[in-house]
């Protein structure tokens, strides 16, 4: 998923400072409008955790490791904030209970037990696949701890949603756009502030 900010997309906040962007010249005025897109794209960006991390239960570093902020420049004035969706977070991040490997006679009764969704209920884990045994958690291979279903001699590591779900939806589009709309002006005003004062200083 991609979200681009572009200069060209803030044309109310750029008309209305028309003038004070033409009276700093060029450059000056792109290299402005450059530094307001990357605070933009910061602001947004933090929003974008923000509804990822009320919307689920896993803690923010299993959630956000793949959010990255491509840079916009005086010759490009283009910035992409960049949200790699994977097949989903592991389960054991979502209040799994229990959330470390049990012998089989503890393991309990309906198998391991998950909250996903901040608002949502605790429901059992169990595979999308039929024919799979109760959930329970064992250690990975590569370290850690994650929980799985049998299906024969085959093992299937069970995952929950990816964050860039929770920002697919309308209601969470709308709000990133209007974070956008109320960080740019007031950005690139400040930015023109401070060109403007030099002007007035030299």
Not at 148 to 153: A, E, I, P, S
Request: avoid cysteine; aromatic fraction near 4%; glycine fraction near 8%.
């Amino acid at each position: 998923m991609s979200i681009t900010i572009t200069a060209e997309g803030m044309d109310a906040a750029m008309e209305h400072m028309r003038e004070t962007l033409e009276a700093v010249g060029e450059q000056k005025a792109r290299a402005a409008l450059a530094r307001a897109l990357n605070r933009t794209l910061t602001a947004v960006r933090t929003e974008a955790t923000r509804i990822a991390r009320t919307t689920y239960t896993a803690r923010r570093k299993k959630l956000f490791d793949n959010i990255f902020i491509s840079r916009a420049g005086r010759g490009k004035l283009e910035g992409v904030l960049e949200i790699h969706g994977s097949p989903g977070v592991s389960l054991i991040h979502f209040e799994a209970t229990p959330n470390r490997p049990q012998r089989p006679a503890a393991r309990p009764a309906d198998g391991v037990s998950a909250r996903i969704l901040r608002s949502g209920s605790r429901k059992v884990a169990r595979s999308h696949k039929s024919g799979g045994s109760k959930s329970f958690v064992i250690r990975k291979p590569q370290g850690g701890y994650g929980v799985f279903v049998r299906h024969g001699q085959k093992l299937e590591m069970l995952f929950g949603p990816s964050p860039v779900q929770a920002l697919q939806r309308a209601d969470s589009q709308e709000r990133l756009i209007e974070r956008a709309d109320e960080v740019f002006p007031r950005r690139l005003r400040h930015e023109l502030d401070v060109l403007l004062s030099g002007l007035v200083r030299g």
